[in-house]
T-cell receptor
Framework: ETGVTQSPTHLIKTRGQQVTLRCSSQSGHNTVSWYQQALGQGPQFIFQYYREEENGRGNFPPRFSGLQFPNYSSELNVNALELDDSALYLC????????????FGPGTRLTVT | GENVEQHPSTLSVQEGDSAVIKCTYSDSASNYFPWYKQELGKGPQLIIDIRSNVGEKKDQRIAVTLNKTAKHFSLHITETQPEDSAVYFCAANYMRFGAGTRLTVKP
């Protein structure tokens, strides 16, 4: 069974640029959630995707957007990057939107300069 | 809004001692309470969880208790080992996480 994978591992961008982060869900899982984890803090929920549709969103502005593909992999897109967007971005997958048990990937470390 | 408060923020124990981390939540609709362990450079790893219809759950050296009336839940680690050193997070459902507890187990 393949776990949750994320790419890239690290990324450096300049303020104002756009970034796309990728996540492959665990085998058999159709639901993906994205989180932002600032240094020294707990993960903050960005949004969840279930069967290619957004299925819940946290308190993040519209410049944070996502996609889910038919194979249940997912992308997180962030436009107009700000310095405060520097964080570890985590993806987690679960068996379904009703299954609260989720498993995290290793994360993508984004640095905005 | 809905918050999860976690205490303490840091905890240092001697190997073999017990460690207890406590969380409180505000949303009475929460019905799933997972605990995660995060090691340096890694994503959070689910170590134990409890649902609202259960008061206590145990898995070897790890146990979790839930008091729905008081809206608090706790993680108990017995016979701690140096490899238990990590940051531990509680959560209410999948959306609300505590700020984390850095546990250090001294050999």
């Amino acid at each position: 069974e393949t776990g949750v994978t994320q790419s890239p591992t690290h990324l450096i961008k300049t303020r104002g640029q756009q970034v796309t982060l990728r996540c492959s869900s665990q085998s058999g899982h159709n639901t993906v959630s994205w989180y932002q984890q600032a240094l020294g803090q707990g993960p903050q929920f960005i949004f969840q995707y279930y069967r290619e549709e957004e299925n819940g969103r946290g308190n993040f502005p519209p410049r944070f957007s996502g996609l889910q593909f038919p194979n249940y992999s997912s992308e997180l897109n962030v436009n107009a990057l700000e310095l405060d967007d520097s964080a570890l971005y985590l993806c987690a997958s679960s068996f379904s939107d009703r299954d609260l048990e989720q498993y995290f990937g290793p994360g993508t470390r984004l640095t905005v300069t | 809004g809905e918050n999860v408060e976690q205490h303490p923020s840091t905890l240092s124990v001697q190997e073999g001692d017990s460690a207890v981390i406590k969380c409180t939540y505000s949303d009475s609709a929460s019905n799933y309470f997972p605990w995660y362990k995060q090691e340096l450079g890694k994503g959070p790893q689910l170590i134990i969880d409890i649902r609202s219809n259960v008061g206590e759950k145990k898995d070897q050296r790890i146990a979790v208790t839930l008091n729905k009336t008081a809206k608090h839940f706790s993680l108990h680690i017995t016979e701690t080992q140096p490899e238990d050193s990590a940051v531990y997070f509680c959560a209410a459902n999948y959306m609300r996480f505590g700020a984390g507890t850095r546990l250090t187990v001294k050999p």
